[in-house]
């Protein structure tokens, strides 16, 4: 080989590598040649998290990645940043779809994505019949049922056994009450209901440990006490009204005790020892009892004060009637979290606590029920017709939200008869709309996805997440659909 050809070799070889070298260093650090629109542009990603695996991921209608049970989270790189049609699928299961836009030198993600069963696919279970109502236990292992018999009848069903335990039939001499306002203590050892005629209130209290629904009437122990007597000389015939269980103690209560002249005594009561305390605070409107705390709205000055059950001490929290216009409306605390978000529901609005200024903000109006998400990071507003959530904190996942941020979900052309959250991941909403029930995904980019879960009406719904079935109550009757 002669000199002149190793020079011009090696001018070829030099001028290879210095075309070459960009481009691959380019390549390496994302950029891409886009065809459309003939220009050099810096690629972005795409993250996906469907459950339940395996799924199919398609892009623009074509298959580009399949997960598997080991792998089932989905990354796509190198994508020229546009807007992508993305579809995925799974046998048996409605598809999940939406457009997302890729950004330069940035991953799109879409996490907590969920596939649900196609229509029809899971046949609805009955587990109850000729039911008015149903409450399920904190720890998921019993229903209460509510029947609609001639005399007051509460049966205990038990959701491993798939069968009625015990049953709880109140004398004949209770045919014109009502069972209402089942609650459970917090380990589900015991629950309380109201028993409501025209005429008179009890309280009552069932031990389903007994072998056999023994109950205790509440509210006759508290009346028959002579320390009650001593604490409320001052009321004239007292009524025992707003029983709710303590968050700490699964034996004891509290209740309040007023009279026609519109005072309220707050006490709390040992079912055990059958023990009452004085009076923990003596202007009680409404309450709400936490772990180390108990807030109410005072009667008096019509603001919201926190009492310490242990040192009897009252702190004032906010500094101005919260009611307003709304004259002693009717009050629901709502939030799970009241030392960090106290949230009320007044009449038919929702307001927040501003702890620095003291005053109620109002966040919503026309709200029917407000439900905390198990996460406790927001909040579920159901209205005749629409679906709202409101952020208490700041998502740091995508779609990004800022704490105080309102956005209504869905919107019916009917009433919307109950929802619940999809607690599995707290990304989705259950809900019963007109003759059908539903679920819908919070992720608003696009479009929400929404599934038809069963084409039955429902009146109250219920979800176990450990399980993953969805209880709902259609016609006096219970079903259970599984929702795996």
Do not use: C
């Amino acid at each position: 080989m002669t000199k002149s050809v190793r020079t011009l070799l090696f001018a070829l070889f030099v001028t290879l590598f210095l075309l070459i070298t960009p481009l691959v260093i380019g390549y390496s650090q994302g950029y891409r040649l886009d065809w459309q629109d003939k220009t050099i542009v810096q690629t972005g990603g795409l993250f996906l998290e469907p459950r339940p695996a395996p799924v199919e991921v398609y892009l623009n209608e074509k298959l580009v990645k399949k997960s598997s049970f080991v792998f089932q989270n989905v990354f796509l790189g190198n994508l020229i940043p546009k807007n992508y049609r993305l579809r995925i699928e799974k046998e048996n299961y409605s598809a999940w779809e939406k457009n997302l836009d890729i950004f330069p030198k940035l991953v799109t993600e879409a996490k907590n994505i969920t596939l649900f069963p196609e229509l029809g696919r899971e046949a609805e279970n009955v587990i109850g019949s000729k039911l008015r109502d149903f409450s399920a236990s904190p720890s998921g292992k019993y229903f209460a049922f509510i029947n609609n018999d001639s005399t007051p009848r509460i049966t205990l069903y038990s959701i491993s056994a798939q069968k009625v335990t015990l049953t709880f039939d109140a004398p004949a001499t209770f045919s014109d009450y009502k069972i209402e306002n089942i609650q459970w203590n917090k380990d589900s050892t015991r629950f309380m209901f109201l028993l409501k005629s025209d005429a008179s209130r009890k309280w009552v209290s069932v031990d389903p440990k007994a072998g056999a629904l023994s109950s205790i009437d509440i509210s006759s122990d508290i009346l028959s006490s002579g320390d009650f007597r001593k604490y409320t000389k001052e009321l004239y015939k007292p009524v025992i009204s707003k029983v709710k269980w303590s968050l700490v103690d699964s034996d004891k209560l509290f209740f309040v005790a007023h009279d026609r002249d519109k005072k309220y005594l707050l006490f709390s009561y040992n079912i055990a020892s059958k023990k009452i305390s004085p009076p923990l605070a003596y202007d009680v409107l409404e309450y709400s009892p936490e772990k180390n705390a108990v807030f109410y709205v005072s009667s008096m000055l019509e603001n919201i004060n926190r009492l310490d059950p242990n040192t009897k001490k009252i702190y004032q929290v906010s500094f101005s009637n919260i009611f307003g216009k709304e004259k002693s409306a009717p009050t629901t605390f709502v939030s799970h979290a009241q030392e960090q978000y106290l949230i009320l529901k007044i009449a038919d609005a929702l307001y927040r606590l501003d702890k620095k200024a003291g005053l109620m903000q109002k966040i919503s109006d026309g709200v029917e029920s407000a439900v905390v998400a198990a996460d406790g990071k927001k909040i579920l507003l159901t209205g005749e017709k629409t679906l709202s959530v409101y952020w208490l904190e700041d998502t740091q996942i995508q779609p990004f939200r800022d704490a105080g941020d309102l956005e209504i979900i869905y919107t019916s052309a009917g009433a919307i008869n109950d929802a619940v959250w999809f607690s599995k991941n707290n990304a989705y909403v259950l809900f019963a709309d007109q003759d059908t029930i539903k679920v819908v995904e919070l992720d608003g980019r696009d479009k929400r996805n929404i599934h038809m879960l069963t084409e039955k009406p429902a009146s109250k719904l219920f979800y176990e997440k450990d399980k993953e079935i969805l209880y709902f109550l259609s016609d006096e009757t219970l079903y259970s659909l599984s929702l795996k």
